[in-house]
């Protein structure tokens, strides 16, 4: 019986050590109630889907891509004069006045905190003169992005049987709003003011997102709603440098789809530096100067999302050339240096010498030696 025993060890054992030391913890996958959704990184890696590449309305969630594509047309500051095609629009307002002025900025704030389709529909005319040639520019701006199961026939996301989008989708859209600095900054603003006439800080402005309060590292991005569309919406959290992005389309429970998700994804993700800039040193052999080698240095953060446990991701230099040529100037760029994680992501930074390298002195020949003699007699 001991015997027995013994080999049953020995084969648990030997099956445990074959499993992979970077597996996540434990943790059960959400069980969301939405149609369609998706939890990824900025970079676009998945960590949860359910039916991410179904055509579904996304309702006022429409108003991220409406916020890349206004911020492309105009400057931030520009005054825009309402049109009368921007009052009294269907759905949420800010009510807008015909003739009144409102700098893009302001016009902003109240699209993405109080969902506003009359700020929708004055950007939209501000930029491109109606709303369907703005809506052209938002398709175009889909299409750089690679989007194809995207499209817009509007600026604020009321039904149309032609406009759509994938939760896989609109969370690249949300990814490439982050990458905006202005814009990711107003999606994380729970209150606002902007004037109303003459009046400075008459219109309070109020995110519909109740993610920003009850939610730790919550920052955005959108809510939407119609009766055909159901509930909708974007979020985005970070803790200790990993960002998450969700999105669920027609959601019965959304807020608590959005709480779940995230936590699936904080317990088996996490964000490692491997390098502060500077902290990653290569050395490359230089020749014709005083020093026989350089050490080239890291310009950026070398900063990586991983599962947890992961092993470290490997590691990869590339230099211009095998051997560099003095002189050399401070801060010239002689390569790169990558990193990859276990699960394919990448980051990657310049690799540059941070001192001057000065060429050796030549020796002189006879006949240089011969004349400086002469000159010297």
Not at 261 to 285: I, Q, R
Not at 289 to 299: D, G, I, Q
Not at 345 to 373: D, G, H, K, N, Y
Request: with cysteine; aromatic share 6%.
């Amino acid at each position: 019986m001991k015997h027995i025993l013994c080999i049953l060890l020995a084969c648990t054992l030997a099956c445990l050590s074959c499993l992979p030391v970077w597996a996540s913890p434990a943790v059960s996958e959400p069980s969301v109630s939405a149609e369609s959704a998706i939890l990824t990184l900025p970079s676009g890696t998945v960590l949860y889907e359910k039916n991410a590449d179904k055509r579904m309305e996304m309702a006022s969630t429409t108003k991220l891509m409406t916020a890349l594509a206004v911020a492309e047309a105009l400057p931030l500051s520009q005054t825009v004069t309402v049109s009368p095609e921007a009052v009294n629009v269907e759905g949420s307002s800010v009510y807008l006045c015909e003739g009144e002025q409102l700098t893009v900025e302001q016009l902003l704030y109240a699209l993405l905190l109080s969902s506003a389709n009359d700020a929708a529909t004055a950007l939209a005319i501000a930029a491109d003169g109606s709303t369907e040639a703005f809506a052209e520019r938002m398709n175009r701006y889909a299409e750089r992005l690679g989007l194809t199961d995207t499209h817009f026939v509007n600026p604020h996301g009321l039904s149309h049987p032609e406009h759509y989008t994938t939760a896989r989708e609109l969370s690249l859209i949300a990814a490439e709003l982050l990458r905006h600095e202005a814009l990711s900054r107003i999606v994380s603003t729970y209150k606002a003011t902007i004037p109303l006439r003459e009046e400075k800080n008459a219109r309070l402005l109020v995110n519909h997102n109740k993610l920003l309060r009850t939610y730790e590292g919550a920052f955005g991005m959108k809510t939407g709603f119609t009766k055909r569309s159901g509930r909708c919406l974007v979020s985005a959290a970070e803790r200790d440098g990993l960002t998450l992005i969700g999105v669920t389309l027609n959601a019965p429970d959304d807020w608590r789809d959005h709480r779940q998700m995230l936590d699936y994804g904080f317990a088996c993700y996490e964000a490692v530096t491997y390098a502060e800039a500077g902290g990653f040193s290569y050395t490359l052999p230089i020749a014709g100067a005083t020093e026989e080698t350089a050490h080239l240095c890291n310009t950026e953060p070398l900063f990586l999302p991983q599962p947890r446990n992961a092993p470290l991701p490997t590691c990869t230099v590339e230099t211009f050339s095998r051997v560099g040529f003095a002189p050399l100037p401070a801060d010239t760029v002689l390569g790169r240096v990558t990193l990859t994680g276990v699960d394919g992501q990448t980051v990657s930074s310049p690799l540059v010498i941070q001192q001057p390298i000065e060429a050796r002195p030549s020796r002189a020949s006879l006949f240089q030696r011969f004349l400086a003699w002469l000159r010297r007699s």
